[in-house]
């Protein structure tokens, strides 16, 4: 998915009309017993930052992850609270280590209202947390509590990138049907999909095979007017492919070129792969040549696939030919090396 998360912006709310659970993180009746073991670990951490006061963060941590060892789960979210209100100290891993022990032991409770006051306090996510959140709630199998928390966050955040992570986190966890909930969802409580929304729903369901269901996404989404990118189409491009909806390849490269997009390397790749399924041999050439004398440098993986193809065509010299040509070439050809470098 890309990366265009960036940190959440939230709007200025009246805390008088959110419901007094999303301001408190447990029950009255396990408060008691939380604040209590939640004040002793403070007072102890007190003691240990006088000897080491720079490595205030890690001691935090290190607390927090013996309570959650101890199933001791509204100690550490009760201490996480008193760590941020009375010292400012917030630490995304502690917090992201109460959301883990939480989903393992099933406690949605604990999981949706730390989550809520991550988003209340303006706390720093990451991947991990939405994904801790995803997995917490598709665990519990209560499809209501997906409506739930989407109306919640659409009450705190002024932009869709949370709930477009937590789209992703659904989907990167196995459960696409809790994707699907939560981008129904954000439209009914007048979220309005963004460009990345799309792009990752898309993708979701491409990757699923349920591309008669990304198809009506992607005609939503231009009567949406959001324009698609290139992104869009090579998702688009790739998952056709993998279906072997030819023709309806040739009828979005079209439509690309009309759109001004130029083709990379990823769009280059799914169409030379597409016409050698569909027998056009000629069209794959063309293709591989035209982006040779353009700017997208081929990939190692392109020159294998022709190598592949060509041979179960029965075309083995022009196979040889590609084959020699990709050794002459070797570390010029976009490789692993490449995408390692992208990831980091």
Same mark, same amino acid.
């Given at each position: 998915?890309?990366?265009?998360?960036?940190?959440?912006?939230?709007?200025?709310?009246?805390?008088?009309?959110?419901?007094?659970?999303?301001? !408190?993180?447990?029950?009255?009746?396990?408060?008691?017993?939380?604040?209590?073991?939640?004040?002793?670990?403070?007072?102890?951490?007190?003691?240990?930052?006088?000897?080491?006061?720079?490595?205030?963060?890690?001691?935090?941590?290190?607390?927090?992850?013996?309570?959650?060892?101890?199933?001791?789960?509204?100690?550490?979210?009760?201490?996480?609270?008193?760590?941020r209100d009375k010292h400012a100290i917030n630490s995304?891993?502690?917090?992201?280590?109460?959301?883990?022990?939480?989903?393992?032991? &099933?406690? !949605?409770?604990?999981?949706?209202?730390?989550?809520?006051?991550?988003?209340?306090?303006?706390?720093?996510?990451?991947?991990?947390?939405?994904?801790?959140?995803?997995?917490?709630?598709?665990?519990?199998? %209560?499809?209501?509590?997906?409506?739930?928390?989407?109306?919640?966050?659409?009450?705190?955040?002024? %932009?869709?990138?949370?709930?477009?992570?937590?789209?992703?986190?659904?989907? %990167?966890?196995?459960?696409?049907? &809790?994707?699907?909930?939560?981008?129904?969802?954000?439209?009914?409580?007048?979220?309005?999909?963004?460009?990345?929304?799309? &792009?990752?729903?898309?993708?979701?369901?491409?990757?699923?095979?349920?591309?008669?269901?990304?198809?009506?996404?992607?005609?939503?989404?231009?009567?949406?007017?959001?324009?698609?990118?290139?992104?869009?189409?090579? !998702?688009?491009?790739?998952?056709?492919?993998?279906?072997?909806?030819? %023709?309806?390849?040739?009828?979005?490269?079209?439509?690309?070129?009309?759109?001004?997009?130029?083709?990379?390397?990823?769009?280059?790749?799914?169409?030379?792969?597409?016409?050698?399924?569909?027998?056009?041999?000629?069209?794959?050439?063309?293709?591989?040549?035209?982006?040779?004398?353009?700017?997208?440098?081929?990939?190692?993986?392109?020159?294998?696939?022709?190598?592949?193809?060509?041979?179960?065509?029965?075309?083995?010299?022009?196979?040889?030919?590609?084959?020699?040509?990709?050794?002459?070439?070797?570390?010029?050809?976009?490789?692993?090396?490449?995408?390692?470098?992208?990831?980091?």
């Open positions: 998915m890309q990366n265009h998360m960036a940190t959440t912006k939230v709007e200025s709310v009246s805390w008088s009309c959110l419901p007094y659970s999303m301001l !408190t993180l447990k029950t009255r009746s396990l408060a008691t017993n939380a604040s209590f073991e939640a004040d002793q670990v403070l007072d102890k951490i007190g003691l240990e930052l006088q000897k080491h006061p720079a490595s205030i963060k890690d001691l935090c941590t290190n607390h927090i992850n013996e309570l959650c060892k101890k199933r001791e789960l509204g100690a550490a979210a009760r201490l996480l609270q008193l760590l995304l891993p502690a917090y992201n280590l109460l959301l883990a022990a939480a989903y393992e032991v &099933n406690d !949605t409770q604990i999981v949706t209202h730390v989550f809520k006051d991550m988003l209340l306090n303006r706390l720093p996510m990451n991947s991990t947390t939405f994904l801790n959140v995803a997995k917490a709630i598709s665990k519990s199998n %209560d499809l209501t509590l997906v409506q739930s928390v989407v109306q919640e966050i659409s009450q705190l955040a002024s %932009d869709t990138l949370i709930i477009n992570r937590l789209i992703y986190a659904f989907a %990167d966890c196995g459960h696409v049907h &809790n994707a699907m909930l939560a981008f129904d969802h954000m439209k009914t409580f007048k979220l309005k999909p963004d460009l990345v929304t799309y &792009n990752t729903v898309l993708g979701i369901l491409g990757k699923a095979g349920r591309v008669d269901e990304m198809l009506e996404v992607f005609a939503s989404m231009k009567k949406a007017d959001i324009n698609p990118d290139i992104f869009t189409y090579n !998702t688009l491009l790739h998952s056709l492919r993998r279906v072997g909806r030819f %023709d309806l390849c040739v009828v979005l490269i079209k439509e690309m070129g009309k759109a001004g997009l130029q083709p990379d390397l990823i769009t280059y790749t799914a169409l030379i792969e597409c016409f050698f399924k569909s027998g056009n041999i000629e069209e794959s050439l063309r293709l591989f040549q035209h982006m040779k004398t353009g700017d997208v440098r081929p990939s190692v993986y392109i020159y294998r696939s022709l190598v592949n193809n060509l041979k179960k065509l029965g075309k083995s010299e022009l196979a040889l030919k590609f084959l020699e040509e990709m050794k002459l070439l070797g570390e010029d050809l976009v490789g692993p090396k490449d995408f390692k470098s992208k990831n980091r």
